[in-house]
């Protein structure tokens, strides 16, 4: 492979040969006769298929320049990223869209709701019970004692059943919480201004917060 890089010299039989070369050891490679019309493999052209050979022999329009075509070339380029950074805004700011009216909607609904309709959080038993406390002061010791061992097992199991509508009224002030420090992630969207991915996350869940929000407002109700 070396030895064909080299240049071909003509002996003195008017032949075309690869002149002789020494090996490291010090021993003499031959000369070797080059045929007619041989061609190294380095020197050869690479395989192009017809379609590749088409597009490369399509004739250039009269006139143009090397600097138009790169230049055109250059401007689809642009045209199909600004394409793409368009239909990316859109997206953002259909998202931010959303995010807005269900806020909105969630704020509307809790100003015309009632007062009194407005879930409230549950009292616990020990908010709850003092008028039963001083009915048990009242009765006789003993009587107290025995309806303090007789509902100590109603109580127990009060708890338990208040748990479930307390827990759903702690999820659903959090909930709404979360819908308000959204506004302010809305707004920077609205403004252009980049986006973690965590606040990203926290706005593509408005629509879940707000059905969830929905379905806590009529379990808290029924």
């Known amino acids: 492979m070396a030895a064909n890089l080299q240049q071909y010299v003509i002996n003195e039989h008017g032949e075309k040969v690869i002149p002789a070369t020494r090996r490291p050891d010090g021993t003499w490679r031959k000369e070797r006769k080059v045929k007619e019309g041989y061609i190294p493999q380095e020197e050869q052209p690479m395989f192009a298929s017809r379609g590749t050979a088409f597009r490369q ?4 329009c009269p006139g143009m320049d090397e600097e138009d075509l790169a230049t ?3 401007q689809a380029k642009s ?3 600004k394409k793409n950074e368009a239909r990316k805004k859109k997206k953002a700011a259909e998202g931010a869209t959303a995010a807005t009216t269900g806020l909105r909607s969630l704020s509307l609904r809790d100003e015309a709701q009632p007062a ?3 879930p409230l959080a549950p009292q616990k038993p020990s908010q709850a019970a003092p008028a039963q406390q001083a009915q048990r002061a009242q009765q006789p010791q003993a009587a107290a004692n025995g309806t303090q061992a007789a509902t100590a097992p109603a109580a127990a199991s009060g708890d338990a059943a208040d748990a ?3 827990a759903a ?3 659903l002030r959090n909930l709404k919480k979360k819908l308000r420090q959204s506004e ?4 920077k969207q609205k403004e252009g201004k980049p986006l973690t991915a965590e606040e990203e996350e926290k706005l593509a ?6 059905k969830e929000i929905q379905h806590l407002e009529k379990q808290l109700q029924s």
């Open 79 to 81: 045209r199909a990223a």
């Open 169 to 171: 009224a702690k999820k």
């Open 57 to 60: 022999n399509v004739p250039k």
């Open 184 to 187: 302010a992630r809305v707004q």
């Open 116 to 118: 009194a309709a407005r």
């Open 205 to 210: 869940r408005i629509p879940e917060w707000t």
């Open 164 to 166: 479930g509508p307390e």
């Open 72 to 74: 055109a070339a250059q």
